[in-house]
T-cell receptor, first 114, second 116 residues
Framework: AQSVTQPDIHITVSEGASLELRCNYSYGATPYLFWYVQSPGQGLQLLLKYFSGDTLVQGIKGFEAEFKRSQSSFNLRKPSVHWSDAAEYFCAVGSSGGYQKVTFGTGTKLQVIP | GAGVSQTPSNKVTEKGKYVELRCDPISGHTALYWYRQSLGQGPEFLIYFQGTGAADDSGLPNDRFFAVRPEGSVSTLKIQRTERGDSAVYLC??????????????FGPGTRLTVL
């Protein structure tokens, strides 16, 4: 069965500092991997996704993620965090066969301090 | 264009009551998904519709939960004999096809259900 682990429940960074959110997945075949962001009162928004090819994926809002098969990881990064990035971030894995049944991690809540 | 909408945004009910939660997907999207997000957790898959039929309902926790999509557009999640443990945010998502590498799920804002 597919699963996702986000080891950090809560992270605090200073505005302008770099950010890395960790994600480890478990899936038997080549996974579909996603990062979503959830702001209070808003729905989940897709930041980026990986299916195949280039292991460094660019997303919206200046985010990127790197797929590392050897480490079963898909960490999310941003070089300079803005106060508006404060939200909860979810890593997810989807099945590559049939329809995209997506399994989410438990999320990492990002706090940005001035 | 309009995104996925869900009504009501908040629902408070008493234990044992019946509730219906509605989802309006993006127009033209054939795939529709329901998820449940409990406090401090990520969304958990409940059911997937392809058109009018439930293609995968393996995530429904028990037979008190049921969902329909009679015309292949709007979907209703129905919960009978609600329990306090049903309290959560219920999320709906839709996607164009449901399959394929380019298919993306778009989420609604959710319905927060509180069972007293």
């Amino acid at each position: 069965a597919q699963s996702v682990t986000q080891p950090d429940i809560h992270i605090t960074v200073s505005e302008g500092a770099s950010l890395e959110l960790r994600c480890n997945y478990s899936y038997g075949a080549t996974p579909y991997l996603f990062w979503y962001v959830q702001s209070p009162g808003q729905g989940l928004q897709l930041l980026l996704k990986y299916f195949s090819g280039d292991t460094l994926v660019q997303g919206i809002k200046g985010f990127e993620a790197e797929f590392k098969r050897s480490q079963s990881s898909f960490n999310l990064r941003k070089p300079s965090v803005h106060w508006s990035d404060a939200a909860e971030y979810f890593c997810a894995v989807g099945s590559s066969g049939g329809y995209q049944k997506v399994t989410f991690g438990t999320g990492t809540k990002l706090q940005v301090i001035p | 264009g309009a995104g996925v909408s869900q009504t009501p945004s908040n629902k408070v009910t008493e234990k044992g009551k019946y509730v219906e939660l509605r989802c309006d997907p993006i127009s033209g999207h054939t795939a529709l998904y329901w998820y449940r997000q409990s406090l401090g957790q990520g969304p958990e898959f409940l059911i997937y519709f392809q058109g009018t039929g439930a293609a995968d309902d393996s995530g429904l926790p028990n037979d008190r939960f049921f969902a329909v999509r009679p015309e292949g557009s709007v979907s209703t999640l129905k919960i009978q004999r609600t329990e306090r443990g049903d309290s959560a945010v219920y999320l709906c998502a839709s996607s164009l096809k449901g399959t394929g590498v380019s298919d993306t799920q778009y989420f609604g804002p959710g319905t927060r259900l509180t069972v007293l």
